[in-house]
């Protein structure tokens, strides 16, 4: 199984909501990533998770918050968004950091109302 | 930090012939070069990847040439197909850096029948 999923596949949500995102992986895989990914751009890494710990946090704002409940799971806790914050959410896992390949879920589209 | 730029941006080709993508990266130290493929609404697949200690590496229509010297590696599909139509993306990473992989910006492939 080389399957990395995202639910849900389309979010809309307003300003003033708490969502969340979430990526699964049976893979064994002991790295999982968030990326942000708006149209025509390629992905931007946003954190990375190492044997479920946060190794990577890009900088991104709090209202972004990542959470790893166990080496399958990867969830993306969402509140007080903006209108900006509107793109593709991607996960990806690897065995490892670094030159491991990164396997790719199809995604979580949101928007921001 | 590692820098990778790809060109062209948008390439055009008729049904059969050859797609020739090109991407540079700045900091010697990369060591992991993967291409993806992203076909609309979909997450990014891995299509082919080649490390720092192979020139060059094959897989049916496709092959992967890396130039350590000049930091350079491109991308070569022969008889393109209409369903190789999608945005190709390169990306470089290395084994200190766990995770964390520099894209180019993507060129998008458009394959006429």
């Known amino acids: 199984d080389t399957e990395v999923t995202q639910t849900p596949k389309h979010l809309v949500m307003g300003m003033t909501n708490k969502k969340s995102l979430k990526c699964e992986q049976h893979?064994?895989?002991?790295?999982m990533y968030w990326y942000k990914q708006k149209a025509k751009k390629p992905p931007e890494l946003m954190f990375v998770?190492?044997?479920?710990?946060?190794?990577i946090n890009e900088s991104v704002p709090s209202r972004f918050s990542p959470e790893c409940p166990n080496s399958s799971l990867l969830n993306l806790h969402l509140h007080a968004l903006q209108p900006e914050d509107s793109a593709l959410y991607l996960c990806?896992?690897?065995?490892?950091?670094?030159?491991?390949?990164?396997?790719f879920g199809p995604g979580t589209r949101l928007l921001v109302l | 930090g590692e820098n990778v730029e790809q060109h062209p941006s948008t390439l055009s080709v008729q049904e059969g012939d050859s797609a020739v993508i090109k991407c540079t990266y700045s900091?010697?130290?990369?060591?992991?070069f993967p291409w993806y493929k992203q076909e609309l609404g979909k997450g990014p697949q891995l299509i082919i990847d080649?490390?720092?200690?192979?020139g060059e590496k094959k897989d049916q229509r496709i092959a992967v040439t890396l130039n350590k010297t000049a930091k350079h590696f491109s991308l070569h599909i022969t008889e393109t197909q209409p369903e190789d139509s999608a945005v190709y993306f390169c990306?470089?990473?290395?084994?200190?850096?766990?995770?964390?992989?520099?894209f180019g910006d993507g060129t998008t492939l458009t394959v006429k029948p």
């Open positions: 990806a896992s690897s065995h490892a950091g670094g030159e491991e390949t990164q396997y």
């Open positions: 893979m064994g895989h002991r790295a």
């Open positions: 998770y190492s044997y479920e710990k946060l190794s």
């Open positions: 900091d010697s130290a990369s060591n992991y």
């Open positions: 080649i490390r720092s200690n192979v």
């Open positions: 990306a470089a990473s290395m084994t200190t850096n766990a995770g964390k992989s520099t």
